[in-house]
Nanobody
Framework: QVQLVESGGGLVQPGGSLRLSCAASGFTFSRYYMSWVRQAPGKGPEWVSTINTGGGSTSYADSVKGRFTISRDNAKNTLYLQMNNLKPEDTALYYC????????????WGQGTQVTVSS
């Protein structure tokens, strides 16, 4: 079955960086777009970023553009999200999702990894 396992979250000060990872299994990773979606406390899910199958095309929400970078390693079945210049408003549970197009929230979601930005 499809499994997506996120890691790399934690507590970081404003302006700091984190790198999230997502280990995928149970499907042919290289054939799917992949997305990151986040959900802040008391709010609905927010799409963050998507990458195409080969990694050559990406899209970002305006709120993270220029600060976050999505990437993937198809040989390792792993998705990444490099987050720089983090802000308190980036605090959320971050989910890795299997997508079908750019800006897609995805059909399968992992369990999430918590990112907290606070001084």
């Amino acid at each position: 079955q499809v499994q997506l396992v996120e890691s790399g979250g934690g507590l970081v000060q404003p302006g700091g960086s984190l790198r999230l990872s997502c280990a995928a299994s149970g499907f042919t990773f290289s054939r799917y777009y992949m997305s990151w979606v986040r959900q802040a406390p008391g709010k609905g899910p927010e799409w963050v970023s998507t990458i195409n199958t080969g990694g050559g095309s990406t899209s970002y929400a305006d709120s993270v553009k220029g600060r976050f970078t999505i990437s993937r390693d198809n040989a390792k079945n792993t998705l990444y999200l490099q987050m720089n210049n983090l802000k308190p408003e980036d605090t959320a549970l971050y989910y890795c999702t299997r997508a079908t197009s750019l800006s897609d929230y995805g059909d399968y979601w992992g369990q999430g990894t918590q990112v907290t930005v606070s001084s």
